[in-house]
């Protein structure tokens, strides 16, 4: 199975604060056949208006990574972090039974645009944890650097699932590759830019899930590009 979504099928929030566009069935978007895809339950795209943001609110039992694409989000939990996330940077929370946490664009002038993404855990009701790292340019340029895994490996980051995702920045005309496993499930998510993968055009927004497919998924860009690649169980 290849499929691909298109942004503009997106669900979608717009309030005056918040724009945000929804992968999977999330708030009041909700349509019984689009809940997830294996374990990834939500991608959200968010623009946070300046001086706004997420108050203090509470999550249970999930894996919650947020990737900022530009500008900069500050973070607060219940826990005693705090900090900011910034382009380049991966933050983990895992949520376990119980963390309360705030996210909030500190900024007076520039939205901060970035991705929420939800992973259903293994287990439930385990300890809540947190985790950020700085993923430097160079490490993302032409290359996939695995940032989430279940084992830390590669000096990732690690969730409570056997998921692993990727994060790469093609320059025009770049290409990078990645072997699939027929067991495992691919769910290529376009955050800039335009690419091909397994004869697929997608533009800024699109996404493409592979299910049952093994051999090599290509990435060509034409033009600079970003993009997200989860691996994850059935």
Known sequence: MQKVIYSQ????????????HHSFSFGNYYDPRNMGFGPLRVINEDYVAPGTGFGMHGHANMEIITYVLSGQLEHKDNLGNGSQ???????????????MHSEFNPSGTAPVHLLQIWIMPEETGTAPGYQQKT?????????????????????????RQQARLW??????????SLEIDKSKKYWFQVARGNV???????????????????????????????????????
């Open 196 to 234: 091909s993968i397994r004869g697929e055009v997608l533009g800024a927004g699109d996404a493409l899930a592979v299910d049952g497919e093994a051999g090599l998924a290509e990435i060509s860009a034409s033009s600079a590009a970003e993009l997200v690649v989860f691996e994850l169980p059935h």
């Open 85 to 99: 996330i910034t382009p380049g940077d991966v933050q983990v929370m895992s949520a376990g039974k119980g963390i």
């Open 167 to 176: 994060i790469g920045r093609l320059d025009q005309e770049k290409s990078v």
């Open 9 to 20: 099928d997106r669900g979608e929030t717009s309030i005056d604060w918040l724009q945000s």
């Open 135 to 159: 993923f430097e340019a160079g490490e993302l340029e032409n290359a996939l650097r695995l940032v989430v895994s279940p084992d830390k490996a590669d000096g990732s980051l690690a969730i």
